[in-house]
């Protein structure tokens, strides 16, 4: 019987060390667990951080003058470029709806409702047609002259400041070549003042060099993404707007018969 109890005692306690170092166990795996996702989670904004000192880093390395100056090509050519955008956008009118409603007005009220049409309407589309509507009782003749110079005026509109999106893709660049240049003299003077050939020496020059250039590549880059954009538009709009003028001529002829 003492024997039974025993064992019955030794197997209970047992199972009470089993129990708790299997608590214990788990408990340290929670907290491990809670530690590392806590690392985790610090390590992101860290690595953040780091990727905005980096870059201010290599900014303030590449030389503030001239990092300065590719930094504010990318600013004004962003601005210039989005504002052609929203313009763009705006400009670009459904022709085929403009079309039949002017040709529906024609029809039902003649010249003055299709004018009050194109007055309602937005864009250069609506703009060309007014015109060319607008001189109809002096003739076809004078219709499609004046259709024709106000199409030429759109167009300019259309094209407004879009030049200097490209003169700061040409100037990005060449101000990245001219810091490589300054960074490659500055070495050399470098190298010519300390009278050895120390790689020290030529390294900080030459990663002046590189970043400058770096720099003004990528805002190059940006910059002509947005123009390619700009141009596909414009041409998209120049392409309705001669289109357009000459439905606007077939239906002035239809209208005169």
Not at 2 to 18: C, D, H, P, V
């Amino acid at each position: 019987m003492k024997r039974l109890f025993s064992i019955l005692a030794i197997s209970g306690m047992m199972a009470f060390g089993t129990t708790v170092n299997a608590t214990t166990t788990a408990n340290t795996s929670t907290a491990v667990t809670t530690v590392a996702s806590m690392t985790q989670d610090d390590a992101a904004p860290a690595e953040e951080a780091s990727f905005h000192q980096e870059l201010k880093k290599r900014f303030i390395e590449g030389g503030p003058g001239f990092m300065g100056i590719v930094l504010l090509c990318l600013i004004l050519g962003l601005a210039i470029a989005i504002e052609r955008i929203i313009f763009l956008n705006l400009s670009t009118t459904n022709t085929k709806k403009l079309t039949q409603e002017v040709e529906d007005a024609l029809s039902s009220g003649g010249v003055e409702a299709a004018k009050e049409v194109c007055r309602n309407t937005k864009g250069p589309i609506a703009s060309i047609y007014y015109q060319g509507l607008d001189r109809t009782d002096e003739g076809l003749e004078a219709a499609e002259k004046a259709v024709v110079a106000y199409g030429g005026v759109q167009m300019g509109q259309l094209e407004k400041n879009v030049s200097w999106i490209s003169l700061f893709i040409a100037l990005a660049p060449m101000l990245g070549f001219m810091g490589t240049v300054i960074g490659m003299i500055q070495a050399f003077d470098k190298i010519e003042a300390a009278g050895d050939m120390n790689p020290s020496l030529v390294a900080g020059g030459i990663k002046v060099a590189l970043l400058t250039t770096v720099f003004g590549l990528i805002v190059a880059i940006i910059l002509q993404i947005f123009y390619n954009y700009i141009i596909a538009k414009i041409d998209s709009i120049v392409n309705s707007m001669e289109d357009a003028s000459i439905t606007l001529m077939d239906l002035l002829i239809r209208q005169n018969k």
